[in-house]
């Protein structure tokens, strides 16, 4: 075939594997597949490629530290808390805040088929992931008197169905023009000789490049620019599966704010010490994410003078970044450390489909962290800021998140002396506040009455 600068460059950077394959195609075929290859970056390959032999070392116990977290209950803080409530409450009014919701999956893993914010979670109105952040937004507007412009990050595999859903839903109440698509980005997997793996005959095996995508993914999709357009000062980001998280929190980004901070957390503490998930903490004096494979045995367990454990924040992926920070980090190309995530996979290989141990990778957002001269960890309760939908039974699943849901709503209306329907077969009492109506307790009580909408299968108290 017609030698063209990406054969060159694919020769040259050792897939002629791929090019020996292009050649035994149909001419349509092969044009196809060779469009996909003229799209890597065959340089970020090899670079990648060249990291498989190398052993990432946990860090010396000695080295790790908690951070300083500012606590739910700020106590003697509680006059900087209203400093920043107010600060934060400025921001919104003054439509300084952009959202960002990481929603690349599909909801494959809960037995559902469809992009994972799609999937019904509401205990009493059955609405999706998507609505429920919607709603919480469309609130902000109103309570703020500002436009809550929302970037939703898709897929390759999920974005077309994503806008039709939002579509189909008249994007929920927000004005469409406040709603801003765009896909994360994709790298090749390769083989453990840093060879391009393909799919299928015709498709190469492209994976998400991590959840750290999303920051370069703002500038590529022209996200950013429109942000400054908008005059957006602070992204908050959150992921879909999450229903409770809390993206207009004054006193989250007011804290942020204040403190001149690039990029902040929200923590919550860890169930136990057996708990695996991430925690933040100090690494030789610099803040970042521990994996929980990577924190020893012995600070796991550590417990501090009040028989706390000393390393409880437990990332649940909420963050707060200042734009400037974002330009700086995707400047020239994503400043964040490659991950390599080794796994047996499905592919094409030798005129059929067969099995190969190889390599995806991935980013990861809180590494962003490790850059950020400033920063602020926020600890807030887990029943009221944090209970995911990631797994098809167990913890973390539809059945924990309704459940939580529902324990919540009820005890905003228990406190209001409202009447409580039955528990349901799960022990759960169907109840379930729109969050355009009420997005805390304290909101809930003030409201004027009459409140309830009861349906037949529980009480719903909406809009």
């Known amino acids: 075939m017609t030698q063209t600068p990406m054969r060159e460059r694919a020769a040259r950077l050792g897939q002629e594997h791929l090019l020996r394959h292009l050649d035994s195609l149909p001419p349509g075929e092969a044009d196809a597949l060779e469009a996909q290859l003229d799209e890597v970056d065959l340089e970020l390959v090899q670079q990648l490629a060249g990291t498989l032999e190398e052993e990432p070392e946990a860090p010396p116990a000695e080295s790790i530290e908690p951070p300083e977290v500012f606590p739910s209950d700020p106590g003697e803080r509680a006059a900087e808390a209203e400093r920043a409530r107010e600060r934060g409450a400025e921001l919104l009014a003054a439509g300084k805040v952009g959202y960002l919701v990481v929603a690349g999956g599909q909801a494959s893993r809960l037995g559902y088929d469809g992009p994972k914010g799609t ?56 004005d469409p023009d406040d709603v ?112 929980y494979s990577d924190l020893p045995e012995e600070l796991r367990e ?13 990332n649940i992926a909420v963050h707060a970044l200042a734009v400037e920070f974002v330009e700086e980090i995707t400047q020239g190309g994503l400043k964040l450390p490659w991950h390599v995530a080794r796994k047996t996979m499905p592919v094409w290989s030798d005129g059929g489909p067969a ?30 800021e944090f209970s995911p939908v990631k797994n098809r039974t167990g913890e973390d699943s539809p059945e924990t998140c309704r459940r939580d849901l529902c324990r919540l709503f009820a005890g905003w209306v228990e406190a209001r002396g409202l009447p409580l329907p039955r528990a349901g077969e799960d022990d759960a009492l169907p109840v379930e506040v729109d969050p355009r109506l009420a997005e805390s307790r304290e909101e809930f009580l003030a409201l004027p009455n009459p409140l309830p909408d009861i349906r037949p299968e529980g009480h719903l108290y909406t809009v």
Not at 302 to 314: I, K, N, P
Not at 359 to 376: G, M, N, Q, W, Y
Request: glycine letters at 10%; proline letters at 5%; hydrophobic letters at 40%.
């Open 355 to 384: 099995e190969v141990q190889g390599a995806k990778f991935e980013t990861f957002v809180f590494d962003a962290l490790h850059r950020s001269p400033e920063s602020v960890t926020l600890e807030v309760e887990r029943r009221l």
């Open 180 to 291: 801003f698509f765009f896909s994360q980005g994709m790298v090749p997997a390769v083989d453990f000789e840093g060879r391009i793996l393909l799919r299928s005959e015709t498709e190469l095996f492209l994976a998400p490049n991590g959840h750290g995508g999303s920051l370069l993914a703002l500038r590529d999709s022209g996200a950013l620019a429109d942000m400054r357009a908008r005059g957006i000062e602070q992204v908050s980001y959150f992921q879909v599966d999450n229903p409770l998280a809390r993206p207009a929190d004054p006193l989250f980004l007011g804290l942020h704010a204040e403190a001149g901070a690039g990029m902040s957390s929200k923590v919550v503490p860890k169930r136990d010490a057996s708990e695996k998930v991430g925690v933040l903490g100090r690494v030789g004096g610099v803040l970042g994410c521990i994996e």
């Open 119 to 174: 999937f019904p979670v509401g205990p009493v109105s059955g609405c999706s992931l998507f609505e429920f952040h919607a709603r919480r937004l469309l609130a902000a507007a109103r309570r703020h008197g500002a436009p809550t412009p929302w970037y939703v990050m898709t897929s390759r595999a999920n974005d077309a169905d994503t806008r039709a859903f939002f579509a189909d839903h008249d994007h929920f109440g927000l």
């Open 302 to 314: 550590a417990r501090d003078d009040e028989g706390e454990l000393r390393f409880r924040a437990g």
